[in-house]
């Protein structure tokens, strides 16, 4: 028997005032997330508790937004959920980990790509509007000047429902260059500059082929990451006037509080244990996965399929998405862990991969696959590695990118849901499954998306499952309820 606890209780009408800001940019690369980082890192040293999200479905950002803050950093998506999910969980991170002071929300690409030409769907500045949000433009102002005028005023009229509340340049090569930016800026917008940020290498955070590394490795491979952050907080505190983003933040009107949340605790007489793999392989999870497990009855316990030699004991298994590719030689090394895991799963134990954790799963895994290109891809050796093998499939690293929403139906009931539920997603790999048998079953039909083979996704053996596509248990809401349950019951037969 189960027992539902709101996490919130609300009253119709009732509103909430969290000071609040989104920093956001002309395009990729202007220097955003840098720009975010200093942000939060300046902020938490001066005291405040600041509650970081990013919007869009990036893992990698909000690793180090977690590490810089202390506070689960979230993800927020106006195509996968809809005005009241997305305020649900703003409101929710805003709320745990005890009450922010203020939050900042980091845009995804430019402040109004989104899913479609012609709606804001899926962009930023869709979420900027769903969350009454001001919006700080951080600008590459590398070799303009005048023109820098131009772009933020075209900015500020493709959507009057946008508040374009501020300005920072980036990249300014000297006091004359800040000098005329500045003033064509706020002359001819009315925009104020709030921040100049000097061209500077060290700003520079490792890069790799889905984009930053992500901040556990980051750490354990960096003897200097602390001073790095450091690095960026004070060029940030030194050209960027905190008290006027403080200022812009709460400058807001209070936010309508949904009457319903998805953050509800079960109470159960007895928690399956589930097994998260993480480490620096896999390590691409939504933190609003993690917390609805728990909340839904389940006790997760971590282990690293890189360093642990054997399976804790668990009742089912998540392994999430990450770099297996970059480890592969160490996973293929630690034979103890893989055979503990092909055990579980001819066992019947529920066991799901994600991305990263379906590759690990299939029989091997090849690398530098020559004829196949680089995609933007990391540095990696010719080679095949031995993998779990408990799915079948020969995983290649190639030029093969796909980066894309999907949309989704189960073809069979699973450890993440029964047939004819149907999700929206993502997917975002440089990675192919080959050497499928023809009599390889799989539990999910995509409607939009590449999935494994053949528009199909979700390779699955016994009630082991693996796909590409990435599920967000805020907007799919089976994920949580349903892996549960289905541990649950495999542990009572």
Not at 18 to 45: D, F, N
Not at 325 to 349: P, Q, T, V, W, Y
Not at 416 to 435: D, P, Q
Request: aromatic fraction near 8%; hydrophobic fraction near 40%; include cysteine.
């Amino acid at each position: 028997m189960t027992a539902a606890v709101n996490m919130r209780p609300t009253v119709a009408g009732e509103e909430k005032h969290i000071p609040r800001v989104l920093i956001s940019a002309g395009s990729s690369s202007s220097g955003k997330t840098t720009v975010t980082i200093g942000l939060l890192a300046a902020l938490s040293k001066a005291g405040y508790k600041v509650q970081p999200f990013k919007v869009g479905l990036d893992y990698i950002d909000p690793s180090y937004y977690s590490e810089i803050t202390g506070r689960r950093a979230r993800n927020i998506d106006g195509y996968l959920m809809d005005e009241e999910r997305v305020r649900d969980v703003f409101l929710h991170g805003c709320e745990t980990d005890e009450e922010a002071d203020i939050a900042i929300i980091e845009g995804v690409r430019g402040l109004y790509e989104g899913l479609e030409s012609l709606s804001d769907i899926g962009s930023t500045a869709q979420i900027a509007k769903t969350l009454d949000c001001p919006v700080i433009l951080v600008l590459n102002a590398r070799s303009i000047t005048r023109s820098a005028a131009a772009i933020v005023s075209g900015f500020k009229a493709f959507d009057p429902q946008v508040n374009i509340a501020g300005v920072i340049l980036n990249n300014i090569g000297g006091q004359r260059h800040a000098k005329k930016a500045k003033e064509a800026i706020e002359h001819y917008t009315g925009v104020p500059v709030i921040g100049i940020i000097p061209r500077n290498n060290e700003m520079m955070i490792s890069m790799r082929h889905l984009g930053l590394v992500p901040a556990i490795e980051e750490r354990r491979r960096s003897a200097d990451f602390d001073a790095r952050i450091s690095t960026i907080r004070d060029v940030i505190t030194e050209g960027v006037d905190i008290d006027l983003v403080l200022d812009i933040a709460r400058q807001v009107a209070p936010l309508p509080i949904p009457t319903g949340t998805i953050f509800v605790r079960r109470e159960v007489t007895e928690k399956p244990v589930i097994g998260i793999a993480l480490d620096e392989a896999f390590n691409f999870y939504y933190h609003d996965n993690l917390e609805l497990l728990e909340l839904a009855g389940a006790e997760l316990r971590y282990f690293s399929p890189v360093h642990d030699e054997h399976l804790p004991d668990v009742d089912g298994i998540y392994i999430g998405g990450g770099y297996p590719e970059l480890f592969a030689a160490e996973l293929e090394a630690n034979a103890s862990m893989r055979k503990d895991i092909k055990a579980a799963s001819e066992a019947g134990l529920p066991i799901y991969g994600e991305c990263g954790g379906l590759m690990y799963l299939t029989n091997k895994l090849t690398t530098g696959v020559k004829g196949k290109g680089a995609y933007n891809m990391a540095d990696m050796p010719e080679s095949t590695h031995e993998m779990v093998g408990a799915l079948p499939g020969h995983t290649l690293m190639g030029h093969k990118r796909v980066v894309s929403y999907n949309i989704g139906s189960l073809t069979l009931d699973t450890v993440i849901g029964k047939t004819g539920n149907n999700f929206r997603a993502h997917e975002f790999h440089h990675s192919e499954v080959t050497e499928l048998p023809s009599d390889a079953k799989f539990a999910i039909k995509l409607t939009r998306g590449t999935g494994i083979i053949d528009g199909w996704d979700g390779l699955t053996v016994n009630n082991t499952l693996g796909c590409y596509a990435h599920l967000v248990a805020s907007s799919y809401e089976e994920f949580s309820k349903s892996f549960v349950e289905f541990v649950r019951e495999k542990k009572k037969e």
